[in-house]
């Protein structure tokens, strides 16, 4: 599928997809630093659905753009991409620095697991920890040197190093090390309240944490459908299996303004999803919404703890298209305009884009993409789309166009509002 089909199959910008997975570390300070207390608990609580929120890296742009692009490789059929999953061979925890003094455990499931400790801002002092400092493997019986247990070490020093957060140490331990309950110790003295993020990856275990969700946009009072699934390699098959021995999942929504907001999930036997209407306030910084599962078990005797984050974008209903479309072409025109109606709800930008296939035997393929974004205000608008009819015929496409895949976005909030199939014949309004 070439770059302008995807283009027109996504409900999402580059803008809006580019950064799903934002760096650890920075949303530990910001999320779960937040205080507690009447403020933050208030601030969870569900609201009625409100105006969409203002800040400055909102697109206010009041210019009109509209454009129509060849999709030149038509030849390939029309494609609707599927919904995207996510994979997870890992873990994190937060500690504070008289706990990494007293030995914290690690639960592994494989040899050769990455670690990675780094402080985080906001409470105590946390120290860069010197690798002198550590031990690690199993308490009271074989711990170790982190310099002579591990194969592999990194300590970023500045603000410039391109691999770690400044101030914090990752290492990969050597195989024979084993796996298991292991427990890593510092024995130089830490600030007590200093706060920590230890990060556990096992690229060798057999245990998956799969999740994902149905929708990228999930507007405010509309229905939350996600799952998530414990997942164990199985040698004989050499497929991934659901591991029918997890006990337990936690999930949360994580807003972009620092909300951590507990949900509830259903499920048993290391499967489980949540299918719930979400009304939470809307936030005012940028980002995108995040769910954040927890799956513990027990599995022949070993732990196995994953965590795993999926995103998407969350905002208020602003606008809507319901309605016949009015089609216009003045005589030898090369431009057929498309008047769509639009409610609008809430002020803002908004983009509608289309695409234009060709039927050939009960088989579409996208031949132009559509696209006019503008500022409008609330009531009932018009936002018109331009077919090029001289670029049609520039690639040789004549018979059966029908007009396909509608979306409407705001650019506002950065969110899609709605995609439906139209099916529209718009053959015989090209020859006018």
């Known amino acids: 599928?070439?770059?302008?089909?995807?283009?027109?199959?996504?409900?999402?910008?580059?803008?809006?997809?580019?950064?799903?997975?934002?760096?650890?570390?920075?949303?530990?300070?910001?999320?779960?630093?937040?205080?507690?207390?009447?403020?933050?608990?208030?601030?969870?609580?569900?609201?009625?659905?409100?105006?969409?929120?203002?800040?400055?890296?909102?697109?206010?742009?009041?210019?009109?753009?509209?454009?129509?692009?060849?999709?030149?490789?038509?030849?390939?059929?029309?494609?609707?991409?599927?919904?995207?999953?996510?994979?997870?061979?890992?873990?994190?925890?937060?500690?504070?620095?008289?706990?990494?003094q007293s030995g914290i455990t690690l639960k592994t499931t494989a040899p050769g697991a990455v670690v990675r400790v780094s402080g985080i801002d906001g409470l105590g002092k946390a120290k860069i920890i010197e690798p002198s400092s550590l031990k690690i493997g199993v308490r009271d019986q074989s711990m170790k040197a982190l310099a002579s247990a591990s194969?592999?070490?990194?300590?970023?020093?500045?603000?410039?190093?391109?691999?770690?957060?400044?101030?914090?140490?990752?290492?990969?331990?050597?195989?024979?090390?084993?796996?298991?309950?292991?427990?890593?110790?510092?024995?130089?003295?830490?600030?007590?309240?200093?706060?920590?993020?230890?990060?556990v990856f096992e690229p060798e275990s057999p245990f998956t944490l799969n999740a994902g969700q149905q929708k990228t946009s999930i507007l405010a009072g509309s229905v939350l459908n996600a799952d998530a699934a414990l997942q164990q390699f199985d040698q004989k098959s050499g497929a991934q299996k659901v591991s029918t021995n997890a006990a337990s999942a936690e999930l949360s929504l994580l807003a972009p303004d620092g909300r951590r907001i507990p949900l509830s999930v259903q499920g048993k036997s290391g499967q489980w999803q949540i299918n719930e209407a979400i009304d939470y306030p809307l936030s005012y910084a940028p980002g995108l919404w995040q769910l954040e599962w927890k799956v513990r078990g027990e599995v022949n005797g070993l732990s196995v703890e994953r965590h795993i984050r999926t995103a998407f974008a969350y905002g208020a209903k602003s606008a809507e298209w319901q309605g016949s479309f009015n089609y216009r072409s003045k005589p030898r025109s090369n431009t057929l305009f498309i008047d769509v109606p639009v409610t609008v709800h809430q002020a803002g930008r908004f983009e509608l884009r289309a695409t234009a296939s060709q039927n050939i035997d009960g088989q579409l393929f996208p031949v132009q993409?559509?696209?006019?974004?503008?500022?409008l205000e609330p009531g009932k608008r018009t936002i018109t789309l331009q077919l090029d009819k001289a670029q049609l015929r520039r690639q040789g496409i004549s018979g059966a166009i029908q007009l396909e895949q509608l979306n409407l976005l705001d650019q506002t909030q950065m969110l899609g509002l709605q995609q439906r199939a139209v099916g529209q014949l718009i053959s015989q309004r090209l020859t006018r």
């Open 1 to 100: 599928m070439n770059t302008m089909k995807k283009i027109a199959v996504t409900m999402l910008t580059a803008s809006l997809s580019a950064g799903v997975f934002a760096d650890i570390d920075r949303q530990y300070r910001m999320r779960d630093l937040e205080p507690t207390g009447p403020r933050f608990e208030q601030s969870i609580e569900r609201a009625p659905l409100r105006e969409t929120a203002r800040a400055d890296w909102q697109n206010v742009s009041k210019q009109r753009v509209a454009v129509s692009l060849p999709i030149n490789d038509y030849m390939q059929s029309f494609e609707q991409a599927p919904a995207h999953r996510f994979e997870s061979r890992e873990y994190w925890l937060q500690v504070s620095g008289a706990e990494l």
């Open 151 to 199: 194969a592999k070490m990194m300590k970023a020093q500045g603000n410039d190093d391109p691999l770690l957060t400044p101030g914090a140490l990752a290492f990969k331990l050597k195989n024979d090390i084993g796996y298991g309950a292991l427990q890593l110790q510092a024995e130089k003295t830490l600030d007590r309240n200093a706060a920590y993020l230890v990060h």
């Open 369 to 375: 993409l559509l696209s006019t974004a503008q500022w």
